[in-house]
């Protein structure tokens, strides 16, 4: 056994790591204090390079894994391609929300927001959907999820407990 160990550099930022286990993570940092490099217990290494607006834009490690990333004129990642072959893309809308992606291996996910950005409405790649409803001072009092051959209604009282659980079989 052994005893946990953080050290942190003058930024704050973590550059020495051992768990209970023994594991240890040694990092480093470029002048921005985004992380570039990591070498863990085992000796997996791994290195990451920025965009000038800080988005990390390549990542490659000794396990041969290595991604690439792109973003919008708002910082959204809008592409991952990993050396596998995978690939994902992403769509936003006006407020920069996350409203709809596609990957690679044909699954796709939809997302729908109100005037306030809550979100209202999801659309998961296995046909499963949630509608969310909102007060007056946007706090979320009901979620609807149809999941395959039933419908799941929560309802929220003032707090955040639950008043009211409704399954419904279709």
Same mark, same amino acid.
């Given at each position: 056994?052994?005893?946990?160990?953080?050290?942190?550099?003058?930024?704050?930022?973590?550059?020495?790591?051992?768990?209970?286990w023994?594991?240890?993570?040694? &990092?480093? @940092?470029?002048?921005? $204090?985004?992380? /570039? =490099?990591? *070498?863990?217990?085992? !000796? %997996? +290494?791994? #290195?990451?390079e920025?965009?000038?607006?800080?988005?990390?834009?390549?990542?490659?490690?000794?396990?041969?894994?290595?991604?690439?990333?792109?973003?919008?004129?708002?910082?959204n990642?809008?592409?991952?391609?990993?050396?596998?072959?995978?690939?994902?893309?992403?769509?936003?809308?006006?407020?920069?929300?996350?409203?709809?992606?596609?990957d690679?291996?044909?699954?796709?996910?939809? &997302?729908? @927001?109100?005037?306030? $950005?809550?979100? /209202? =409405?999801? *659309?998961?790649?296995n !046909? %499963? +959907?949630? #509608?969310?409803?909102y007060?007056?001072?946007?706090?979320?009092?009901?979620?609807?999820k149809?999941?395959?051959?039933?419908?799941?209604?929560?309802?929220?009282?003032?707090?955040?407990?639950?008043?009211?659980?409704?399954?419904?079989?279709?």
């Open positions: 056994m052994f005893k946990n160990k953080k050290e942190y550099d003058k930024k704050g930022n973590l550059i020495y790591k051992r768990d209970f023994g594991n240890e993570k040694i &990092k480093k @940092y470029d002048k921005n $204090n985004n992380l /570039i =490099y990591c *070498k863990r217990s085992g !000796g %997996t +290494e791994s #290195w990451r920025y965009d000038k607006n800080n988005n990390e834009i390549h990542y490659k490690d000794t396990r041969r894994n290595e991604e690439w990333y792109r973003y919008d004129e708002n910082n990642i809008i592409y991952i391609k990993k050396s596998n072959g995978y690939e994902k893309w992403y769509k936003y809308d006006e407020n920069n929300n996350k409203i709809h992606y596609k690679s291996n044909n699954y796709e996910g939809w &997302k729908e @927001y109100d005037e306030n $950005n809550n979100l /209202i =409405y999801i *659309k998961k790649f !046909g %499963t +959907e949630n #509608w969310y409803k007060d007056e001072n946007s706090k979320q009092i009901e979620i609807t149809q999941e395959f051959e039933n419908i799941k209604i929560k309802e929220y009282n003032s707090g955040t407990k639950c008043s009211r659980f409704s399954l419904i079989d279709i």
